[in-house]
T-cell receptor, first 120, second 115 residues
Framework: AQKITQTQPGMFVQEKEAVTLDCTYD???????LFWYKQPSSGEMIFLIY??????QNATEGRYSLNFQKARKSANLVISASQLGDSAMYFC?????????????????FGQGTILTVHP | KAGVTQTPRYLIKTRGQQVTLSCSPI?????VSWYQQTPGQGLQFLFE???????NKGNFPGRFSGRQFSNSRSEMNVSTLELGDSALYLC??????????????FGPGTRLLVL
């Protein structure tokens, strides 16, 4: 079974409008982390935002916010006031935590990605 | 701080050859992870090194190996290259901050083409 599902292969948004990119996940681990990365055509993966499974509040980082609905196992990315430079591939990823010595780490499992195109 | 650097950025090899890719993490980061990205399989985890020890491993054949040096720089090696090894290889470094959780920061990747 897919651990991370991104159901939107492509999304279009008008400049200055908000857009939501969907992500659902599947895990039975109580401790996990959810991440969003942006990958422009150059290939580099840029970290955007993180949400821990025990975090009570939704994460926000500037124009990015993560709509975390734990019971529904969803972690949607909301980009407010879209800019032309936001056009890129967006990946949702999950880390099923390995907890050791006060540190949470582990491999990232990625979804298939959503291509976002921002129109002027 | 300088970001994660990967060398070389582009590489063309022929089947049967071997290749070594290099990754220099962000200063102070002790963990380095490697991922393979292909159009068909997406992003897949290869392995992770922390303090010169392999801490985690994905489901790749033994032709894929890696190591980490005392300065946290890491190399991955692919022996007996196959056409299917053509991919973007991404390296990520991380550290455990005050939050206790590690966020992975990626480099620009090495694009490997196997002919």
């Amino acid at each position: 079974a897919q651990k991370i599902t991104q159901t939107q292969p492509g999304m279009f948004v008008q400049e200055k409008e908000a857009v939501t990119l969907d992500c659902t996940y599947d895990t039975s681990d109580p401790s996990y982390g959810l991440f969003w990365y942006k990958q422009p055509s150059s290939g580099e993966m840029i970290f955007l935002i993180y949400q821990g499974s025990y975090d009570q509040q939704n994460a926000t980082e500037g124009r990015y916010s993560l709509n975390f609905q734990k019971a529904r196992k969803s972690a949607n990315l909301v980009i407010s006031a879209s800019q032309l430079g936001d056009s890129a591939m967006y990946f949702c990823a999950m880390r099923e935590d390995i907890n050791a010595g006060g540190t949470s780490y582990g491999k990232l499992t990625f979804g298939q990605g959503t291509i976002l195109t921002v129109h002027p | 701080k300088a970001g994660v650097t990967q060398t070389p950025r582009y590489l063309i090899k022929t089947r049967g050859q071997q290749v070594t890719l290099s990754c220099s993490p962000i200063s102070g980061h002790r963990s380095v992870s490697w991922y393979q990205q292909t159009p068909g399989q997406g992003l897949q985890f290869l392995f992770e090194y922390f303090s010169e020890t392999q801490r985690n491993k994905g489901n790749f054949p033994g032709r894929f190996s890696g190591r980490q040096f005392s300065n946290s720089r890491s190399e991955m090696n692919v022996s007996t290259l196959e056409l299917g090894d053509s991919a973007l290889y991404l390296c990520a470094s991380s550290f455990s901050g005050t939050s206790g959780q590690e966020t992975q920061y990626f480099g620009p990747g090495t694009r490997l083409l196997v002919l």
